[in-house]
C-alpha cells in the first residue's frame, strides 16, 4: 500500500510545508539521507505550567505532520522514506517537569502509524526552558531515503 493511500485511510491531509522561519533551508539531502529541519508546533505555552501532557502530545503530532509534509516536499513521495531514522524532540517545559517522552510520543505515535515498522526509530527527547515563537514543542527528524 503507498503512503499516499495509508495516510487517506487515517483520515490524514498533510499540510503545506512551513516555510523557513530564519536563514536555514527545510531539509538537505545527502546521499541515502534526508534531513528535515525541526518544525514547531502551533501550540504556544509551557509543559508543567500552563499545558497538559496531552495537549502537549497532539502538539507533537502536529510537528510530526509538518515533517512528513516537509519529506513529501522533498522526496516528491512518502514512499521514498525508507526508514525513519531519528527524531530529536524539545519540550518547552518547568523544571519539575518529566514526561517528555509521553508529549513525543505525539510523533513518534504517527510515524509508527502512517509507516508501520518502518516508522520505529531512535529518538531524544528533552526539555528546554524556552522555544522560538513560544512555542510547546519543536522536533527534528532524519529518514532513510531510497
Not at 40 to 44: D, G, M, N, V, Y
Not at 50 to 56: F, H, S, T
Given at each position: 500500500m503507498s503512503i499516499?493511500?495509508?495516510?487517506a485511510e487515517l483520515g490524514i491531509t498533510l499540510p503545506e510545508a512551513p516555510?523557513?522561519?530564519?536563514?536555514?533551508?527545510?531539509?538537505?539531502?545527502?546521499g541515502n539521507m534526508l534531513f528535515v529541519s525541526g518544525q514547531?508546533?502551533?501550540?504556544?505555552g509551557k509543559l508543567g505550567a500552563?499545558?497538559?501532557?496531552?495537549?502537549?502530545a497532539e502538539a507533537a503530532r502536529g510537528c510530526g505532520l509538518a515533517l512528513l509534509a516537509q519529506a513529501n516536499a522533498a522526496l516528491g513521495s512518502l514512499d521514498r522514506v525508507k526508514r525513519v531514522v531519528k527524531l530529536g524532540g524539545f519540550v518547552n517545559s518547568t523544571p519539575e517537569f518529566t514526561d517528555q517522552p509521553e508529549v513525543i510520543n505525539g510523533c513518534s505515535n504517527l510515524m509508527v502509524e502512517v509507516f508501520g515498522d518502518r516508522g520505529r526509530h531512535?529518538?531524544?527527547?528533552?526539555?528546554?526552558?524556552?522555544?522560538?515563537?513560544?512555542?510547546?514543542?519543536?522536533?527534528?527528524?532524519?529518514?532513510e531515503i531510497e
Open positions: 499516499e493511500t495509508k495516510l516555510a523557513p522561519a530564519a536563514n536555514y533551508v527545510p531539509f538537505v539531502i545527502s514547531i508546533s502551533a501550540l504556544k500552563d499545558l497538559a501532557v496531552e495537549a502537549g531512535a529518538r531524544a527527547a528533552v526539555s528546554a526552558p524556552a522555544l522560538p515563537r513560544g512555542v510547546a514543542v519543536e522536533i527534528e527528524a532524519i529518514f
